[in-house]
Antibody
Framework: QVQLVQSGAEVKKPGASVKISCKTSGYTFSNHFMHWVRQAPGQGLEWMGQANPNGITTKYAQNLQGRVTMTRDTSTSTLYMELSSLRSGDTAMYYC????????????????WGQGTLVTVSS | QSALTQPPSASGSPGQPVTISCTGTSSDIGLFNHVSWYQQHPGKAPKLMIYEVDKRPSGVPDRFSGSKSGNTASLTVSGLQAEDEADYYCCSYAGSSNAYVFGSGTKVTVL
């Protein structure tokens, strides 16, 4: 079955960087777009960006441009997300998300979610 | 990109219907049929309930349905059950820069 298993919780100081991993299994990694979505405590969901199946092309939310980097390692079916220059507003649960299967084009829905990684930014 | 607008809360008795609206713009919901809905129980990851406006993934009960008119999408639960009590989020593809925008979320309470 499809599984997305994320790395553990992180506590970081303002200005630091964090890198989260997402190990996938149960499907062909290179056939799907992958995304990251975050959720601040008690708040709604926010799309952060996507990594294309080719492992090269990425798209990021405009408000995170320059601070976020998404990479994928096809040899280990693992997705990574690095966020730099952390501030208190980055405190959130971060989810690794699989986009549904492409048929005639990108599906543009999120069919499997990781369990989440809590990142706390505090001095 | 601003969040899609949802009512903060909705409620109904068991067996009763409840409908949640999700209002966007002509650049997202009004332009694309890539509207999806997610259910989130406390402390859990979201779960896909509806995609492409009105399609249900395998395993989602048929009491969940979706629709769209103009810039507004809707999720209807035709007969509420206790396990439907959760937060619900809509999401739309917004095109430019391959952006996705989520709704503000609606807490559904089963009375």
């Amino acid at each position: 079955q499809v599984q997305l298993v994320q790395s553990g919780a992180e506590v970081k100081k303002p200005g630091a960087s964090v890198k989260i991993s997402c190990k996938t299994s149960g499907y062909t990694f290179s056939n799907h777009f992958m995304h990251w979505v975050r959720q601040a405590p008690g708040q709604g969901l926010e799309w952060m960006g996507q990594a294309n199946p080719n492992g090269i092309t990425t798209k990021y939310a405009q408000n995170l441009q320059g601070r976020v980097t998404m990479t994928r390692d096809t040899s280990t079916s693992t997705l990574y997300m690095e966020l730099s220059s952390l501030r208190s507003g980055d405190t959130a649960m971060y989810y690794c998300v699989r986009e549904g299967e492409q048929l005639s084009g990108p599906s543009r829905n999120f069919d499997y979610w990781g369990q989440g990684t809590l990142v706390t930014v505090s001095s | 990109q601003s969040a899609l607008t949802q009512p903060p809360s909705a409620s109904g008795s068991p067996g009763q219907p409840v409908t949640i609206s999700c209002t966007g713009t002509s650049s997202d919901i009004g332009l694309f049929n890539h509207v999806s809905w997610y259910q989130q129980h406390p402390g859990k990851a979201p779960k896909l309930m509806i995609y492409e406006v009105d399609k249900r993934p395998s395993g989602v009960p048929d009491r969940f349905s979706g629709s769209k008119s103009g810039n507004t999408a809707s999720l209807t639960v035709s007969g509420l059950q206790a396990e439907d009590e959760a937060d619900y989020y809509c999401c739309s593809y917004a095109g430019s820069s391959n952006a996705y925008v989520f709704g503000s979320g609606t807490k559904v309470t089963v009375l």
